[in-house]
């Protein structure tokens, strides 16, 4: 099958429930269309509260391949302005996370307020009495809304509110910043890049994948002692399921393998679960607090772009039809910093470059996108469970961890929204 810029691209036929087909990562007009319908139109996770405490904080992101400033006003609301001069285009924030009192562009000297409005211009003379300035601001990114501290944006001035995109997947961020005894996270650790050749949809989709866990994984499983060794095994004796939370969202849910408080966290000292566990039943009790700290935090996927990587966060930016970036920061919990201390040394263990988890997936999807550009082999195989996976009294659609519930869920998500435009 041959997809051309001329032809309407049929997201219907190339998605089906069983099967992708493989222009889907390898067609650079699909890539487009996807930065138009989904990143464009949608909403798109693009930092946490906690990255611009005070005002005049800012970071620079991506929506899609834009690049954004988010940052804190002198009355401490947020903004999301494009980075992108009024004069001639220059990118006027130039670095990835500092404090600013004003913007100034490189090229001509433009500086901005922190709410983006054009404060002044060199030799103002040359523009005569008509110009005005407020007609020359940095550009507002027209929606943004946050929840629980996690800010998404969109670049549509209309669609649906954050609530309806969230829906019920908002549980699971909540579960994150529960595990907090004030209730809130902070992404303070900086964020570690992979920048690798694959398309962009390789890691969402095996960010909730449980059927590659052993073998992709079993060098971590060899070497240390990690609660992932519950997770693999004999088919029957595997008890974590995948759960699809609607509008693309998906979740591989370890809880139902789970023995005892503390398995998400890979074992922990006495001393340090003694004070973690005072400090969370201070704020929520014995009973809530036991209950919350055996579930643990999500390993879930909330489209188009967020990995609520148990104690990690990571962003799926993506730059080309056949190359992404993957950002992760340790989640770190308010009220409990010795606790944060072992967390910021588990995610370098296990997510960082000269670690065990993230370089396999990244070598595993640079390796697919190699595969798929082969000719005369069209589809990938995506039935795996369809023969055992239900709806559950919250109807959601459940699978064995092993099975591909959650791959469906998101290609039938993006089918909707590929096809008829809805985020
Ligand atoms: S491009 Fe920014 S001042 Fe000229
Ligand atoms: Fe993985």
């Known amino acids: 099958m041959q997809q051309t810029a001329i032809d309407p691209i049929r997201y219907d036929t190339l998605v089906q429930n069983e099967r992708v087909h493989r222009s889907l990562y390898t067609d650079p007009h699909i890539f487009t269309d996807e930065l138009e319908k989904i990143f464009y139109h949608g909403w798109v996770f693009i930092g946490h509260d906690s990255e611009i405490p005070q005002p005049g904080d800012f970071?620079?992101?991506?929506?899609?391949?834009?690049?954004v400033i988010l940052v804190r006003g002198t009355d401490h609301t947020v903004s999301a302005l494009l980075n992108r001069c009024a004069h001639r285009g220059t990118t006027v924030c130039p670095a990835e996370r500092g404090h600013a009192r004003t913007f100034t562009c490189p090229y001509h000297g433009w500086s901005y307020d922190l709410s983006g409005a054009l404060?002044?211009?060199p030799y103002p003379a040359g523009y005569g009495e008509s110009f005005d300035k407020k007609a020359y601001g940095l550009t507002r990114v027209p929606r943004l809304?946050?929840?629980?501290?996690f800010v998404f944006v969109s670049l549509s001035p209309s669609g649906i509110s954050l609530a309806d995109h969230l829906g019920a997947a908002a549980q699971l961020i909540d579960r994150t910043c529960n595990l907090s005894p004030e209730g809130e996270i902070e992404l303070s650790a900086g964020w570690i890049k992979h920048r690798y050749?694959?398309?962009?949809?390789?890691l969402p989709e095996n960010d909730t994948d449980g059927y590659h866990l052993g073998f992709v994984h079993r060098s971590i499983l060899k070497a240390v002692g990690s609660q992932y060794r519950r997770f693999v095994g004999e088919e029957k004796s595997i008890k974590s399921v995948l759960r699809d939370w609607g509008k693309g969202h998906t979740e591989i849910d370890f809880v139902p393998a789970y023995q005892q408080p503390f398995e998400w966290f890979g074992g922990v000292s006495e001393g340090l679960a003694a004070s973690y566990l005072a400090a969370m039943e201070r704020s929520y009790g014995k009973e809530e607090t036991q209950c919350r700290v055996f579930d643990g935090p999500p390993h879930a996927f909330i489209f188009p772009n967020l990995f609520l990587a148990e104690m990690n966060i990571a962003i799926m930016q993506p730059v080309s039809v056949d190359e992404c970036v993957q950002w992760h920061t340790p989640v770190f919990l308010r009220g409990v910093p010795e606790f944060n201390k072992r967390l910021l040394r588990q995610s370098e263990a296990a997510m960082g470059p000269g670690s065990f988890l993230l370089p396999e997936d990244v070598t595993i999807a640079s390796r697919n996108q190699v595969g798929l550009v082969t000719r005369n082999t069209e589809w990938l195989e995506l039935s795996r469970g369809l023969n055992r996976e239900y709806v559950d009294s919250h109807q959601q659609r459940v699978g064995h961890m092993t099975d591909e519930t959650t791959n469906r869920a998101f290609w039938s998500h993006y089918r909707s929204v590929m096809q008829n435009g809805q985020a």
């Open 119 to 121: 404060q002044g211009v």
């Open 145 to 149: 809304e946050s929840y629980r501290g």
């Open 59 to 67: 970071i620079t992101r991506q929506i899609g391949t834009q690049s």
């Open 197 to 202: 050749p694959s398309n962009w949809k390789m």
